[in-house]
């Protein structure tokens, strides 16, 4: 799986948006973009996918670029339980994806 | 559906025990995975199951380690001789595998402490 750089940490205040940058500059054609997060004491949740076009779920929005070398996670209105560590994660799609490659992801931290 | 659970949660052991530990996936899924966690490092991937059968192995997953999934539902993860290094969280997921993409859903982990 291609490799994913985020920053380390980002700083939010609670009720307003937070906009989460993922690059990718050597994705593939056939990668997805995958978004997991992981809660304090817990295993990761899934967020969010996309390959092309940008996608809204009740979780939150994924922006990818045109280019598709990077993408934002956009959490429209952080509160304090979406404190966690955001992994952006990229997946083959040729049929044989299986494992999840982790980096060390973005830790949010959201204050009142 | 109670999610994927783990047993033990917790798990203390001395340098050069046997340690076993147990994955139940959600139950129709027939993708198991197990990863493991050091302290501020996102999860690494250990090995993965489709119903019965070991697919993929980490080259982490020294000869210490064995994972099994006997009947394809839940598995167990044995660390043999354990050693220090071994501490970290060990979590397993599972997935009902389709072609577009397979969200793993992952259970709260098992800690491991090796002194």
């Known amino acids: 799986d291609a490799k994913t750089t985020q920053p380390n940490s980002m700083e939010s205040n609670e009720e307003e948006p937070v906009h989460l940058p993922c690059n990718h500059s050597?994705?593939?054609?056939?990668?997805?973009i995958h978004w997991y997060r992981q809660l304090p004491s817990q295993g990761p949740e899934y967020v969010i996918h996309?390959?092309?076009s940008n996608v809204n779920n009740r979780m939150a929005s994924l922006a990818i670029a045109e280019d598709r070398k990077s993408s934002t996670l956009i959490l429209h209105r952080a509160t304090l339980r979406d404190a966690a560590v955001y992994y952006c994660i990229l997946r083959d799609n040729t049929g044989t994806a299986s494992k999840l490659t982790f980096g060390t992801g973005t830790r949010l931290q959201v204050t009142l | 559906d109670t999610g994927v659970s783990q047993d033990p949660r917790h798990k203390i052991t001395k340098r050069g025990q046997n340690v076993t530990f147990r994955c139940d996936p959600i139950?129709?899924?027939?993708?198991l995975y197990w990863y493991r966690q050091t302290l501020g490092q996102g999860p690494e991937f250990l090995t993965y199951?489709?119903?019965?059968?070991?697919?993929?192995k980490s080259r982490l997953l020294s000869d210490r380690f064995s994972a099994e999934r006997p009947k394809g539902s839940f598995s167990t993860l044995e660390i043999q001789r354990t050693e220090q290094g071994d501490s970290a969280m060990y979590l397993c997921?599972?997935?009902?595998?389709?072609?577009?993409?397979?969200?793993?859903?992952f259970g709260p982990g098992t800690r491991l402490t090796v002194l």
């Open positions: 997921a599972s997935s009902f595998w389709r072609s577009s993409y397979n969200e793993q859903f």
């Open positions: 996309g390959l092309t």
């Open positions: 199951f489709q119903n019965e059968a070991q697919l993929e």
């Open positions: 050597t994705i593939s054609g056939t990668d997805y």
């Open positions: 139950s129709e899924h027939n993708r």
